[in-house]
């Protein structure tokens, strides 16, 4: 049998140094917590994928932490994941009434024997750890785009929402693919970076699709799906229609594309192909984006459709915006 580090791709080039990539415009101010840490010669990537998000976890919008959309009940459910360089993983699905679920994912993975707690479990670990339990109360935002919601899907919880009033109606009771302004109904901080040290970690964390069903779970606090990091090879997190970023395991796909030799771009893209080419008109309607660096500090972007943006800072890149490329 082959070695294993046979599987390890040779780095061809030159480190190029600490780099952060973060999905979507708010990973600007992200990235900007992380780079404070990546930027100290001492700095731990792992510390600075979870302070970066914990900055658009505190923040107002519609899709990450407590001020997020909530489900189709009207209660924010976060979910959350973490990786470091050293094959250690920490998840939470379904918390509700924390601020920092990415930190809960952390101490998921430092002080637990386990990978991955959700719900009420989740939030009893997260109270033991000293957590705070913040009040179960929407943002005056998400409270509004609530009740439109409610009006428009004409959702009254103690009637069978599958009921034959609904058939007709594009997206029914469910959360809708797109928003009214033609958004795509997703938005997460995911967060890949490496440091100095050429040390790999990722961070992804979101409060789900707006108005999903009670106790769905996406791909964001699935590692493999929404977040994959190999030490050896690179690291990616996605955003999207986590539905369909489940089915192929996106995550640990594009670093697998990267562990064969291809750019963190061409690797992104892959996943992007293959996940078309298993669902075809599927797709449509839904959006798929990855982020993704490798061993060497390069970096790459893909989605599905137009409109997917992403942050990176690094020694060569001041903290900066850019459209990834698409499919569509
Ligand atoms: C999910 N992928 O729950 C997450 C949500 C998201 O951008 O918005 N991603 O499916």
């Given at each position: 049998m082959a070695p294993l580090y046979s599987f390890v791709p040779k780095p061809k080039k030159q480190f190029l140094g600490p780099l952060v990539i973060s999905t979507w415009d708010a990973g600007i101010r992200a990235n900007e917590a992380a780079w404070k840490i990546l930027s100290q010669?001492?700095?731990?990537v792992l510390d600075a994928v979870e302070k970066g998000v914990m900055v658009t976890e505190s923040e107002?919008?519609?899709?990450?932490?407590?001020s997020g959309n909530p489900d189709r009940e009207g209660i924010v459910t976060l979910d959350a994941s973490i990786m470091d360089d050293q094959y250690n993983i920490g998840s939470v699905a379904a918390?509700?009434?924390?601020?920092?679920p990415i930190s809960v994912a952390r101490a998921v993975m430092?002080?637990?024997?386990?990978v991955m707690l959700v719900g009420e479990g989740a939030q009893q670990f997260a109270v033991a750890q000293g957590f705070e339990l913040m009040p179960q109360q929407l943002s005056p935002d998400a409270d509004k785009a609530y009740h439109d919601w409610l009006k428009k899907s004409e959702y009254?919880?103690?009637?069978?929402?599958?009921?034959?009033?609904?058939?007709?109606?594009?997206?029914?009771?469910?959360?809708?693919?797109?928003y009214d302004d033609g958004t795509f109904n997703h938005d997460t901080i995911g967060m890949v970076a490496i440091d100095g040290k050429g040390r790999l970690s990722g961070a992804c964390t979101t409060s789900g699709m707006?108005?999903?069903?009670?106790g769905r779970v996406g791909d964001s606090p699935i590692i493999g799906a929404g977040l994959y990091v190999d030490n050896q090879v690179g690291a990616a997190t996605s955003t999207g229609h986590g539905e369909e970023m489940i089915r192929i395991a996106g995550c640990h796909q594009v670093v697998e594309y990267m562990r064969a030799g291809h750019s963190p771009e061409k690797a992104c893209r892959m996943a992007v192909e293959r996940a078309l080419q298993m669902r075809g008109d599927k797709l449509k309607e839904k959006q798929i984006g990855f982020i993704a660096v490798n061993k060497n500090g390069e970096h790459g972007a893909f989605a599905l459709q137009k409109g997917f943006t992403y942050s990176v800072q690094s020694n060569q890149i001041a903290n900066q915006v850019f459209k990834a490329d698409s499919l569509w």
């Open positions: 010669t001492e700095g731990h107002n919008n519609c899709c990450v932490g407590l918390l509700e009434r924390i601020a920092h430092e002080k637990t024997p386990h009254h919880p103690l009637i069978n929402i599958e009921n034959s009033a609904n058939k007709d109606r594009q997206h029914g009771p469910f959360a809708p693919d797109r707006g108005f999903k069903m009670r």
